[in-house]
């Protein structure tokens, strides 16, 4: 669909102002305009920029943000909007109704035939209605101006759609009084790929059917739920061919970034503005931002404190794998039901410890599912083998091994084949580059026979430097012992517990 | 300051300023930058350890709390306690693989005076001989680890 994007030098219509923005205006037709305007500026200073553009009155534009109404003399400032913030619009033709995007819809290309509906004449009471919740400045009627005589085949329709848009206006009014500056949504904080921190997220909103951002929500948001995608908040699609009433929350960086950004902030449902003021259960100090375990004291967690309480659990493969949740951390006191709930939060870790968090979370999930790790040479991918062979070919590398003992596939008996390694040490290569290479992984080899036992529950080579004989693997969490390799019992407790 | 710095000045405070009962910590023994500290503890009254007196001694490394403090009796009076080795070294959980960051000098102190609180009979662990003679200096419970699997 074409797409009008005009900048428009708005010189005498600014009044003073330091700085300027970029907006971009679009209505559901796609029909986008640009707009230079200073932030001290108003909303109705915006509409009259695009007004004067679409050539229409600026009293039957309506700007939509974040589900919300704009009202006429709301600061830019106050709205939270960065450069090339869109705002939806939809037409507001003088009868009060919301025709004019099929209006819009139909002549997009020439924005000479735009027109209004042509619709009835309202009823003064319901004028005053609207008007006295003062959200509608730039919505009310002007009782001077020519209303056009609606055809009669719309009466029905038109009456009751202005029904339910008086309706929408009475309680977006009271939502507006109670919410007054859009900036109360930066509560909602996000990560940022782009920033590659925390930063204040922007909440948007469009139709989840039709995905037009003009959409009215009969509430504003409180909680995560709120915006989670089965949302319970509904509202009105403005968009005349939808009649979708569920609207799609997404969250956006509160920077500028240039592009097309979707999907590069997610939204970080655990961490929150420390309004409270609450000091981290680690280091005390009151941090501006903090992580709120979902356990039921809420313990409280600076960011910093998470970094590397996340970071020393990881290395220490401390993440547990979770029915719902995935391979997560729960609350440092030990809590019940106070595992961090989405995975996206370790995104703070910082770049290269997620990837690694991923990693060990596939693991994990692989190794408690049943599978098993390819443990050819650099490769370790998932694999769950389908018959009871003992040979198993890895599908990502071909490397071949055996299922009792993990190496490398090999004719006849395990242990026979390992002291084969240990023996084997005349077959080198003549060249001298690949030799130093394979006497090297033969040394390394050799080093981790020596020093490591397997668990003889996932075959891990585990190296024991101290401590009773008495082993847990944090890798399947088998209980065995040193002594026996075998799982750990009575007998190894009472004959050999400390060597 | 670093964070386990300011993280143990602040328990210090906290431990002088309204210390639990039968524990104080050892000011003229705490090491400059706080990484060493020593506690005096009490028995509880009508415990087996009535009014004895023990000392412990506390290390934190550089990545406390997040690493766990190596904490071990001192002295010429250690406990005779079935958890307790002749060496000074404890067998208790939270100082090795229960440790979390969210627990502090205060509770591992509580837990200990616990432990010893709830004792029937004073005897030493069962293989205390072995232990002393063959254990490292470190008490905390030795980690072990993986290799890559794929090596």
């Not at chain 1, 998470?306 to 970071?311: L, P, V």
């Not at chain 1, 981790?448 to 190296?463: A, R, S, V, W, Y």
């Not at chain 2, 662990?125 to 030795?142: E, I």
């Amino acid at each position: 669909m074409a797409t009008t994007s005009n900048s428009i030098g708005l010189g005498s219509l600014l009044k003073c102002s330091d700085e300027k923005i970029s907006v971009a205006v679009r209505f559901s037709s796609n029909q986008s305009y640009i707009a230079n305007v200073g932030i001290k500026d108003t909303i109705l200073d915006l509409k009259k920029a695009v007004a004067l553009e679409a050539n229409i009155s600026p009293r039957n534009i309506n700007l939509v943000l974040a589900g919300q109404l704009l009202t006429d003399s709301t600061l830019i400032q106050d709205c939270g909007l960065g450069s090339h913030t869109t705002l939806h619009a939809f037409f507001w033709s003088d009868d009060g109704l919301a025709s004019g995007d099929v209006c819009l819809g139909t002549t997009h290309n020439d924005k000479k035939t735009l027109q209004t509906q042509p619709g009835p004449s309202m009823e003064s009471s319901s004028l005053d209605t609207v008007h006295n919740n003062e959200i509608s400045s730039g919505v009310h009627l002007n009782r001077q101006e020519d209303v056009p005589q609606r055809r009669e085949s719309d009466v029905d329709g038109d009456y009751l759609l202005r029904r339910s848009l008086q309706q929408t206006i009475s309680s977006l009014g009271t939502q507006l009084s109670a919410c007054t500056n859009i900036r109360n949504f930066s509560r909602f904080l996000v990560y940022c790929k782009l920033c590659e921190s925390v930063q204040p997220g922007k909440l948007r909103l469009c139709c989840k059917q039709c995905g037009s951002g003009a959409f009215l929500v009969d509430r504003g948001p409180c909680n995560w739920n709120d915006i989670s995608s089965d949302t319970s908040i509904r509202g009105t699609c403005k968009n005349l061919n939808c009649s979708c009433d569920i609207p799609r929350f997404y969250l956006r960086c509160c920077q500028h970034h240039e592009g097309d950004i979707d999907g590069t902030a997610v939204g970080l449902k655990h961490v929150q503005p420390n309004s409270r003021r609450v000091e981290c259960i680690i280091c005390s100090d009151v941090m501006s931002h903090v992580l709120i375990f979902p356990c039921s004291p809420g313990h409280v967690m600076c960011l910093d404190c998470f970094r590397q309480y996340g970071s020393t659990c990881l290395s220490e493969r401390r993440f547990i794998e979770h029915p719902f949740h995935g391979y997560t951390l729960p609350c440092p006191v030990g809590c019940s039901d106070s595992h961090i709930e989405e995975s996206h939060h370790f995104l703070l870790l910082g770049q290269e410890k997620y990837e690694r968090y991923k990693n060990f979370g596939a693991e994990e999930y692989v190794l408690q599912n049943g599978g098993m790790l390819c443990p050819g040479p650099g490769c370790g991918s998932g694999l769950f083998p389908a018959t009871d062979d003992r040979l198993i070919r890895c599908r990502e590398c071909q490397f071949e091994s055996c299922r009792e003992c993990r190496r490398e596939y090999h004719v006849g008996d395990c242990e026979e084949y390992l002291e084969s390694l240990r023996l084997d040490l005349s077959n080198l290569e003549i060249n001298n580059e690949r030799a130093l290479r394979a006497s090297w992984e033969r040394e390394s080899t050799n080093l981790i026979e020596e020093t490591t036992k397997t668990c003889p529950g996932c075959q891990t080579k585990t190296e024991r430097s101290g401590g009773c004989m008495h082993l847990v693997c944090t890798r399947c969490r088998t209980e065995w012992c040193w002594v026996c390799v075998k799982p750990w019992n009575r007998d190894c407790q009472a004959d050999h517990w400390f060597g | 300051m670093t964070s386990m710095e300011k993280r143990l000045q602040k328990e210090l405070q906290a431990m002088t300023k309204d210390p639990p009962a039968g524990v104080s910590v050892n000011t003229d023994l705490l090491s400059s930058n706080l990484s060493e500290w020593v506690v005096d503890i009490e028995g509880a009254p009508g415990t087996l350890y009535e009014s004895e007196r023990f000392q412990l001694g506390f290390k934190f490394t550089s990545r406390y709390p997040f690493d766990s403090p190596q904490v071990m009796f001192l002295g010429p009076n250690i406990p005779v306690h079935p958890h307790i080795y002749s060496n000074g070294h404890i067998c208790l959980s939270i100082l090795t693989e229960d440790w979390s960051p969210a627990l502090s000098v205060q509770s591992v102190c509580l837990s200990i005076v616990s432990m010893l609180s709830s004792c029937k009979e004073k005897k030493l662990p069962p293989d205390n001989a072995l232990y002393v003679r063959t254990c490292s200096k470190d008490p905390k419970k030795t980690r072990w680890w993986y290799h890559d699997n794929s090596v």
